[in-house]
T-cell receptor, first 116, second 114 residues
Framework: AQSVTQLGSHVSVSEGALVLLRCNYS??????LFWYVQYPNQGLQLLLK??????LVKGINGFEAEFKKSETSFHLTKPSAHMSDAAEYFC??????????????FGQGTRLTINP | DTGVSQNPRHKITKRGQNVTFRCDPI?????LYWYRQTLGQGPEFLTY????????KSRLLSDRFSAERPKGSFSTLEIQRTEQGDSAMYLC????????????FGNGTRLTVT
């Protein structure tokens, strides 16, 4: 079974400050890990993903995340926050289901607020 | 790539009524997923299609829920005898036939059962 824990349901940072959103996962198989962003009343947009290879992955909008197997973590960072980054962020782990289906297990989400 | 399209965007219904939602995936994607997202929570997997075949269903999908993808293109999710606990955002996602492909989500259908 797989699970995801996002530490902090709400994170508030000042514009220009470092963004750090924490994600820890549990998986019995080598995980695929994802970060998605959700703006109000919209679906989820993929920010970045880790499957295999380089443990530091870069995504869209200046975000990046590092896969640390020893810590079972996949924290999301951005060096300088922008007002447009305000949204809900979801970390997800994927197990391969029947016929190769990607069944994503999501964390509860972290609402990011940017202060001017 | 026109994205995943879901209709309607919002649906308000009275308890006990039946509702049906539609999802049009990205045209070349043969995998289609339904997820449910309640307020303040992350999405939860409901069911998965590969082409027209429904290959996996979550235990969350009670007997009142049924999903189809008759021609391997669009999909419908029907809820019979709706209950207030069914109020949620229903998200559809699609992906091509590749183990590493990320899911592309639609904007969802928000269901409110009164």
């Amino acid at each position: 079974a797989q699970s995801v824990t996002q530490l902090g349901s709400h994170v508030s940072v000042s514009e220009g400050a470092l963004v750090l959103l924490r994600c820890n996962y549990s998986s019995s198989v080598p995980p695929y890990l994802f970060w998605y962003v959700q703006y109000p009343n919209q679906g989820l947009q993929l920010l970045l993903k880790y499957t295999t290879g380089a443990t530091l992955v870069k995504g869209i909008n200046g975000f990046e995340a590092e896969f640390k197997k020893s810590e079972t973590s996949f924290h999301l960072t951005k060096p300088s926050a922008h007002m447009s980054d305000a949204a809900e962020y979801f970390c997800a782990v994927s197990g391969v289901g029947e016929q190769g289906a990607q069944k994503l297990v999501f964390g509860q989400g972290t609402r990011l607020t940017i202060n001017p | 790539d026109t994205g995943v399209s879901q209709n309607p965007r919002h649906k308000i219904t009275k308890r006990g009524q039946n509702v049906t939602f539609r999802c049009d995936p990205i045209s070349e994607h043969n995998r289609l997923y339904w997820y449910r997202q309640t307020l303040g929570q992350g999405p939860e997997f409901l069911t998965y299609f590969q082409n027209e075949a429904q290959l996996e269903k979550s235990r969350l999908l009670s007997d009142r829920f049924s999903a189809e993808r008759p021609k391997g293109s669009f999909s419908t999710l029907e809820i019979q005898r709706t209950e207030q606990g069914d109020s949620a955002m229903y998200l559809c996602a699609s992906s091509p036939f590749s183990d590493n492909s990320p899911l592309h989500f639609g904007n969802g259908t928000r269901l409110t059962v009164t």
